[in-house]
């Protein structure tokens, strides 16, 4: 009866000491990926925020909290908690995405994880609350969610690596993982209850290829496809978000299975369209559906070895995931700049 008392497993729940030790490269990995998802947010709005909600801009935020002000008063910091309350100008907006940028960056470098997680979370909910119509999108709700529960899934220290001397906490995890089945099940339960009638006839991906946000030359080919694989892609749509995520709550071996099924399927939407930074949430919330004896066999021998032997919280082989990382942000950042290039032409 002891064992199951308040006390005990709230410290099941929230006790790292008391977590399980085989999710330290799933957060390791999860982690890199975050930090490039934060990256790759504020690196689009240090180009842009200044003419969405700069001074001069579409809806300027300094604006919209006077406006806050005059009616909430105090309260108004509630409504829109951000930092733009000091200062809305130019500098300060260019600055909020300048040190997300440097935070994330040493994120990736796994500097001081919970601290760069906190000052992410804090520029970017600084320009969410004051944003506006600019801000309310699915995506910036859910990349604030997962930043928030970040800070207490990440380590704790300087240059914590692996981080096994602070393992990630029940609660975090789950909960990190309750996002990730949320943002599939809500959606399709959207689709039942908003009463379109193309998802109850299958006929939903019929012209979605063209109709999507930015579609890619793959969704082009995509679209010329067949009725019949449109409508079995509509009712596996469907099956993926309103029955098979279930299994993110099921046994280990369901787990891995679950993330063999929803990782395609975030691949196949982000070649077919753009849905900025979603669907790169949603595959690295899917990492946490796997666990260490899922990733050391396809380790290096001698990483493997390491790994097992000592459990220390300096990964060998962080070098190779960091290569991995620095070779995709750089593909990123070349591939961004052409775009700028080519609107400015």
Not at 27 to 41: C, D, H, Q, V
Not at 53 to 80: C, D, K, N, T, V
Not at 171 to 184: D, G, K, N, T
């Amino acid at each position: 009866m002891k064992e199951w008392a308040p006390a005990s497993a709230l410290r099941w729940w929230f006790d790292s000491e008391r977590a399980p030790a085989d999710r330290l490269i799933p957060r390791w990995i999860f982690l890199r990926a975050l930090g490039l998802i934060y990256y790759s947010a504020f690196f689009s709005l240090v180009f842009e925020i200044r003419g969405l909600i700069g001074p001069h801009g579409i809806l300027p935020a300094s604006e919209y909290l006077q406006a806050l002000s005059e009616r909430f008063g105090h309260a108004s910091y509630w409504y829109a908690p951000t930092l733009l309350w000091l200062s809305s100008g130019s500098h300060m907006l260019t600055g909020l995405c300048w040190a997300g940028m440097i935070a994330s960056l040493l994120l990736v470098l796994n500097i001081w994880p919970r601290g760069m997680l906190a000052i992410c979370f804090v520029c970017f909910l600084s320009f969410v609350s004051a944003a506006q119509d600019f801000s309310a999108y699915q995506s910036d709700g859910m990349l604030l969610e997962a930043g928030f529960l970040a800070m207490f899934f990440a380590p704790g220290g300087f240059r914590p690596g692996w981080g096994e001397e602070s393992r990630p906490s029940r609660a975090s995890h789950f909960l990190l993982v309750w996002e990730c089945f949320r943002i599939y099940f809500e959606s399709g339960v959207a689709k039942i209850i908003g009463g379109d009638p193309q998802w109850r006839n299958f006929t939903a991906l019929d012209e979605y290829y063209q109709n999507g946000p930015l579609p890619t030359w793959i969704g082009w080919h995509l679209q010329h496809f067949p009725h019949w694989f449109h409508a079995a892609t509509s009712f596996g749509t469907l099956a993926l978000e309103l029955a098979l995520v279930w299994m993110m709550f099921l046994s280990r071996r369901i787990r891995i299975l679950c993330f063999f099924i929803l990782t395609p399927w975030q691949i196949g939407i982000i070649l077919s369209a753009n849905y900025t930074f979603l669907n790169y949430l949603v595959l690295a919330l899917g990492i946490l559906l796997l666990d260490d004896r899922f990733f050391l066999p396809y380790l290096p021998s001698f990483w493997n070895k390491s790994y097992l032997a000592t459990k220390e919280a300096k990964p060998i082989a962080s070098f190779f995931f960091f290569v991995c990382l620095i070779r995709h942000l750089c593909y990123f950042i070349y591939s961004c700049v052409l775009r700028l290039q080519k609107t400015a032409d």
